[in-house]
C-alpha cells in the first residue's frame, strides 16, 4: 500500500481583528475574563463586503498549499472539506472549492464533524490513498462561525472566529506520513454543542458580518468535562498504536479550543507546553479550521521538520474526537 504524505499546507484568515476591548463594547464582558477562562486575545471576523466567504477562505488555504507542493488543479483527485458553516445547505463546500480551482478530475464533498472534521477529513484522505481509490487529495477545514453566534451570549461569542486552513496529501511508496488516525464519536451527548433554530442579527459595530438563520448553543463545564478525558485516550491510543513513546512526539497540534483544556491534555499526557503548538491566543477556536492553520503555522516557524513525529488530537460537536500521528514529510 502506498503511504500518505503531507506535501503541501496553507492557511487563510480574515482581515478584520476583533480584540477582547471590542467586545466589551458588545456584551458584559472584559479582557481580563476573557483571557483568563480560554488564552484568546484576539480572533478574526469575516465580512462579507470583502467577499470572505466559507468557500473563498477554503480556497486561499487550498491554493497556497497547492503553491507549497506545487501541484496543480488537474493532478487532484479528491477534495474533502470539513465545515459547520457552509455558504449554502448545499452543494457542498467543497464542490464550490472544486469548481474555483478548475480541479476537475476530483471528488468533491463536505464532512461535517465540528471541532474534529479536520482530523475526520485526514482519516477519509489516507484511506483513500493508502487503498489506491485516490493519489492526492486536498483536504480543507474553512469556518465562518462569527455566522452562527448569538452576539448576546458572552460564553459562547469571545470564544470563536473564522479562518481556513487546508493541507494536500500525496500517495508515495516512500514509509511516513500519516502513520495512523483514530475517530470516534458519541451521539447520545449531541445536545452539549449544538446549532438551534434561529439568529439575531449582529452588533453595529460589526458591520458588513454574514449571520446564518441558527446559532450555537454551548454546555462549556460539562463539554470541558467530556473533552479532556476523550483527547487523552485517544491521543495515547494513537502513541501505542504506533509503538512510540511520549518522548518521540516532536510536537502536538491539538484542537485550538480553550487554553485550559490544551493544558489539561498536555500534563495527563506528560508532554511538556513547549511541545504543543498554539495560536489560539490570535484567533480563538475556528472549530475545523484550527489544526491545519496550526499546522502551517507551525511548519512555516520551523517548529517541524522532516522526520519529526507530530500529533493532532481534536474534540468537537457530535460529540466527535480523533487523532493522527504523522511523520513529517516536508
Not at 517541524?304 to 513525529?309: A, F, R, T
Given at each position: ?26 456584551v ?5 475574563w476573557?483571557v483568563?477562562r480560554?488564552g ?14 466559507t ?6 488555504a ?30 457542498s463546500?467543497?464542490?464550490m ?10 471528488a468533491?464533498?463536505?464532512?461535517s ?30 469556518e ?12 459562547t ?5 473564522d ?8 500517495g508515495?511508496d ?34 458588513s ?11 462549556g ?8 478525558p476523550?483527547m ?14 511520549r518522548e ?13 483544556i490544551?493544558?489539561?491534555v ?17 484567533y ?12 502551517d ?8 521538520k ?11 460537536a ?5 487523532a ?5 514529510s516536508?
Amino acid at each position: 500500500m502506498p503511504f500518505a504524505h503531507i506535501i503541501g499546507t496553507g492557511s487563510a484568515v480574515p482581515e478584520r481583528v476583533l480584540t477582547n476591548q471590542d467586545l466589551e463594547q458588545i456584551v458584559d464582558t472584559t479582557d481580563e475574563w476573557i483571557v483568563r477562562r480560554s488564552g484568546i486575545k484576539e480572533r478574526r471576523i469575516a465580512r462579507q463586503d470583502k467577499n470572505e466567504t466559507t468557500t473563498e477562505l477554503g480556497l486561499s488555504a487550498a491554493r497556497r498549499a497547492m503553491q507549497t507542493a506545487g501541484v496543480t488543479a488537474d493532478q487532484i483527485d479528491g477534495i474533502i472539506a470539513a465545515t459547520v458553516t457552509g455558504d449554502r445547505l448545499f452543494p457542498s463546500t467543497a464542490c464550490m472549492i472544486q469548481k474555483e480551482l478548475g480541479a476537475d478530475n476530483a471528488a468533491a464533498y463536505d464532512i461535517s464533524a465540528g471541532c474534529s472534521g479536520f482530523v475526520y477529513g485526514l482519516e477519509q484522505a489516507n484511506n483513500g490513498i493508502r487503498m489506491g481509490v485516490s493519489r492526492t487529495v486536498l483536504v480543507v477545514g474553512t469556518e465562518r462561525l462569527s455566522s452562527v453566534l448569538n452576539w448576546e451570549d458572552r460564553s459562547t461569542c469571545v470564544l470563536l472566529g473564522d479562518g481556513a486552513g487546508a493541507v494536500l496529501l500525496h500517495g508515495s511508496d516512500e514509509p511516513g506520513g500519516i502513520l495512523s488516525t483514530h475517530i470516534k464519536s458519541d451521539g447520545r451527548l449531541w445536545d452539549l454543542l449544538y446549532a438551534e433554530a434561529g439568529n439575531n442579527p449582529p452588533p453595529a459595530m460589526l458591520e458588513s458580518l454574514a449571520f446564518l438563520p441558527h446559532h450555537l448553543k454551548m454546555e462549556g463545564n460539562r463539554l470541558f468535562k467530556q473533552a479532556v478525558p476523550s483527547m487523552v485516550k485517544i491521543a495515547e491510543q494513537a502513541i501505542e498504536h504506533n509503538k512510540l513513546s511520549r518522548e518521540d512526539i516532536q510536537l502536538m497540534v491539538p484542537h485550538q479550543a480553550n487554553v485550559r483544556i490544551l493544558q489539561a491534555v498536555a500534563e495527563r499526557l506528560q508532554i511538556p507546553m513547549e511541545k504543543v503548538y498554539t495560536n489560539l491566543h490570535k484567533y480563538g477556536n475556528t472549530s475545523s479550521a484550527s489544526i491545519p492553520i496550526a499546522l502551517d503555522e507551525a511548519y512555516q516557524e520551523g517548529r517541524i521538520k522532516k522526520g519529526d513525529y507530530v500529533l493532532v488530537v481534536a474534540f468537537g460537536a457530535g460529540l466527535t474526537w480523533g487523532a493522527s500521528i504523522i511523520q513529517w514529510s516536508l
